[in-house]
């Protein structure tokens, strides 16, 4: 399972906004289901969450839509490399879901 988060329009640090997307409340504090309820459903899971630079027209990342896409499926085979074959759930939220199908088209 990979969750990949959405767009950033505060401009928290890129982990932050990671998590919060996946977090409630917001903040340390708070819980993170992917990792605290997620895994009694599917126990024998692998869950990643991926974190990239969303802040699109707020930031200062040069790099286009498509290049991003390209680097999560770089970072998805690096972490398959060697590994069994299994299947892969992708789990998007906002920008983060156009991103997934930007990779997958």
Not at 1 to 20: E, F, T, Y
């Amino acid at each position: 399972i990979i969750a990949v988060h959405g767009l950033n329009p505060r401009s928290k640090k890129d982990a932050d906004h990671a998590w919060d997307t996946w977090r409630t409340p917001p903040g340390p504090d708070g819980r993170l289901w992917l990792r605290d309820d997620l895994p009694q459903y599917v126990p024998d899971s692998r869950i990643f969450l991926y974190e990239y630079n969303a802040t699109a027209v707020y930031g200062h990342d040069q790099d286009t839509f498509v290049g991003k896409a390209n680097e999560l499926l770089e970072a998805i085979r690096i972490k398959r490399d060697n590994i069994e074959a299994r299947p892969i759930l992708l789990l998007g939220h906002s920008m983060g879901g156009l991103l997934i199908k930007q990779a997958l088209i």
